[in-house]
T-cell receptor, first 111, second 115 residues
Framework: GESVGLHLPTLSVQEGDNSIINCAYS??????FIWYKQESGKGPQFIID?????DKRQGQRVTVLLNKTVKHLSLQIAATQPGDSAVYFCAENIGTYKYIFGTGTRLKVLA | GAGVSQSPSNKVTEKGKDVELRCDPISGHTALYWYRQSLGQGLEFLIYFQGNSAPDKSGLPSDRFSAERTGGSVSTLTIQRTQQEDSAVYLC?????????????FGDGTRLSIL
């Protein structure tokens, strides 16, 4: 299928290495954040979320870090696999139902 | 269970024609969103439905765009007199309810191409 975001920043990592994808969010009042993974021709897939009262949250092979002081969010993927190749983007919750979405980073896993 | 389903997956049409896009949310999800995704852009909010409340239409780019949600479930997004700049992927998402801190679950989108 056709890829979205052909001119996105790209992160290339060797298979088995750890990946770190960063996101600068815009609103200091945002209190909930989500990371999504989007494969070519597919819709965004929920990976992990974090609330503003936390600095870190871990899932299976993924960790999200939140630095509210500098409005920065990161997604760490341990032991990156070929199936992790996709576009990753963050979302911040600015109200009860509205979100702002980042443009994303393309992750390429090198064999 | 089944995820969010969108149809058609691809739509090619001539400029000036009307198109209708369909979204079936996850069963039991009361909140439904439509977004537009263009190349290299973040998701652009279009419209939000929550239960029987009046929808938030603040993101619709022009009066050529409209959406409805029948029976609190299936939603259709209609674009009248399509223009080439309407070409994009249209994504639908649903979430359990209107409270904050609810992840949205997305369908795979409708890829709309206007010739």
């Amino acid at each position: 299928g056709e890829s979205v975001g052909l001119h996105l920043p790209t992160l290339s990592v060797q298979e088995g290495d750890n990946s770190i994808i960063n996101c600068a969010y815009s609103n200091s009042a945002s209190d909930y954040f989500i990371w999504y993974k989007q494969e070519s021709g597919k819709g965004p897939q929920f990976i992990i979320d974090i609330r503003s009262n936390m600095d870190k949250r871990q899932g299976q092979r993924v960790t999200v870090l939140l630095n509210k002081t500098v409005k920065h969010l990161s997604l760490q993927i341990a032991a990156t696999q070929p199936g992790d190749s996709a576009v990753y983007f963050c979302a911040e919750n600015i109200g009860t139902y509205k979100y702002i979405f980042g443009t994303g980073t393309r992750l390429k896993v090198l064999a | 269970g089944a995820g969010v389903s969108q149809s058609p997956s691809n739509k090619v049409t001539e400029k000036g024609k009307d198109v209708e896009l369909r979204c079936d949310p996850i069963s039991g999800h009361t909140a439904l969103y439509w977004y537009r995704q263009s190349l290299g852009q973040g998701l652009e909010f279009l419209i939000y439905f929550q239960g029987n409340s009046a929808p938030d239409k603040s993101g619709l780019p022009s009066d050529r765009f409209s959406a409805e949600r029948t029976g609190g479930s299936v939603s259709t997004l209609t674009i009248q007199r399509t223009q080439q700049e309407d070409s994009a992927v249209y994504l639908c998402a649903s979430s359990r309810d209107r409270t904050s801190n609810q992840p949205q679950h997305f369908g795979d989108g409708t890829r709309l191409s206007i010739l």
